[in-house]
């Protein structure tokens, strides 16, 4: 798998589960400006790989911004580094000298010439698309290295940048559309952990505690590292924390733990309150399905709609602190289906 990311509190806890996971085998992670300005996205993702001992992991910077309209930073959130404003120091690790797009192809090339099914990549963009979209529109021939998308991001329901837009489709819109456009004209399946399912998983601020002690304990830096992560959380909006896009790794080794629909998806581009709205469609056949003077879109993305929240936060706090069950995690056989 390769991922995406705009690390951020919750790309943090991906990143460790992703790198801790014994059933996923991660080999690149790509960086986008999103939740912080691209360079501090790379540095908390070199010292978050590095708490996780994934020092060998390539971690190539992307793009700065989006396609077409200025950032806009989550500093709110996430804290004024990005990461939980914990000053760590960072990683020894230097970023991967390729462009992040350019690390995306030659990983997906590289999977596509060996022939071989088992190859095949799952990117996870867990960040705005800008980056995903750069990379399909410019060598689209890489997509035969890719297995599918899964991405979090959009929402069938209810926003949170704005009342109708998920964060990281509202931050690049064109650059959802032109990804759900490309991955439709490339063949790529693609998979939608939005907003509908993006709280459920949570701990609380007595587990974190747990877990951080846990990880000074034994000297291990990466759970650590997810028991404050979880706190900041915590304390900063004073409620049980999400692991956020963490769910969107687990349900790659858990996909029963979610419910999937398939349905066709647009990104809405120019309404003055809906721009960056994931219009998900979810009406059956019907008179006015058959005959929307716009057409379906063409685009039919499987979107979790349900999830076992309590069940996704068990088995990335299990991961994440190395006390996971193999068997009862599942392995690389274990996809959304």
Known sequence: MVLDVDTGVDDACALLFAARHPG?????????GGNAPVDDVVRNTLVVLDAAGRGDVPVARGAARPL???PRHARHVHGEDGMADLHWPPSPQLPDPRHGVELLRDVLLDAARTGDPDDLV???PLAPLTNIALLLR???EAAAGLRRIV???GAAAQGNATASAEFNVFHDPEAAAVVLDAADDLGVPVFMYGLDVFSAPTLSPAEAAEIVAAGRACGDRAAELAGL???FQCHRFGTDATIGDAGAVVSLVAPELLAWAEH??????AGTWSRGRTIVDQRTASPDRDHDPHGLSPTVVRVALGIDGPAVARLWRHTVTGGADHDATGTDDRRPS
């Not at 996923?24 to 986008?32: D, H, K, T």
């Open 229 to 231: 992560l979880i706190d």
């Open 151 to 153: 991405f979090m991001g």
């Open 24 to 32: 996923l085998r991660l080999v690149a992670v790509s960086c986008v």
């Open 122 to 124: 799952t990117l996870v």
């Open 264 to 269: 066709p998806v647009r990104v809405e581009l």
């Open 68 to 70: 077409v309209e200025r």
């Open 138 to 140: 410019t060598y689209p």
